[in-house]
């Protein structure tokens, strides 16, 4: 293979890496539902993200009450206002819910985890640098993308949210929901944060209609 041909080569399948490396994590909603009794909008949220790593816990949050006050309605990431030692007392987080004004609560979590397979199916035709063996060493060597006809994994976070009313601690609005995991975890969580405020918005939870 002609080495400026080679090296065009080597930039596309660089490009076609950077590209899956950048791109936006996907989040869509399995299921949902909502209590068709609640009438009201709250006027303010506690969100509490049930994460193990501390930064990604502020950073949900946080992500969540940004976008939830871009609404019109208020939000509180938990974090600010509990101790670190009694974010797990309930009679506590309930007087601070109280204490804040917050008239109901927003819970997540990652349920589970799982990974698809899609087998990629394609019509097989060796390359033209499949010709020589020098060539095909070399491509191979140098790293190669997979031939048509493979399997691709995608890895996915199974998300549970949950909103409660405050004053009666009874489910307002829950979502199952599956965002895939690539990129950062920040990328990763705003993705997922968006499309749960847009069902909010469409349900009818936060003010601006």
């Known amino acids: 293979m002609p080495s400026k041909l080679l090296s065009t080569f ?4 660089s490009a076609v890496v950077i590209t899956q490396l950048t791109a936006c994590a996907t989040t869509y909603i399995d299921s949902f539902w909502k209590d068709q009794t609640y009438q009201v909008k ?7 993200g049930m994460a193990k790593s501390p930064a990604n816990k502020r950073t949900l949050e ?14 509180v990431s938990s974090y600010v206002i509990l101790p670190d030692d009694k974010d797990s007392n309930k009679d506590v987080i309930a ?21 698809v397979y899609t087998n990629v199916n394609g019509v097989y035709a060796p390359p033209q640098f499949y010709g020589s ?13 997979s031939p048509p006809g493979y399997v691709e994994e995608t890895k996915y976070a199974v998300m549970e949210t949950n909103m409660y009313d405050a004053g009666n601690d009874k489910l307002i609005w829950s979502a199952s929901s599956e965002t895939e995991i690539s990129g950062t975890d920040q ?3 705003k993705s997922y944060v968006k499309v749960m405020v847009k069902n909010m918005i469409k349900q009818k939870l936060l003010m601006r209609e």
Request: a positive charge.
């Open 10 to 13: 080597k930039v596309l399948v």
């Open 42 to 48: 709250p006027h303010k949220i506690m969100i509490i």
């Open 62 to 75: 946080d992500d969540f009450v940004k976008q939830i006050k871009l609404q019109g309605t208020d939000a």
């Open 95 to 115: 007087a601070k819910m109280k204490e804040e004004g917050a008239d109901a609560v927003l819970i997540t979590r990652i349920a589970s985890r799982k990974t």
């Open 133 to 145: 063996w020098q060539n095909y060493y070399e491509y191979v060597y140098n790293g190669s993308v």
């Open 187 to 189: 990328k990763f969580i």
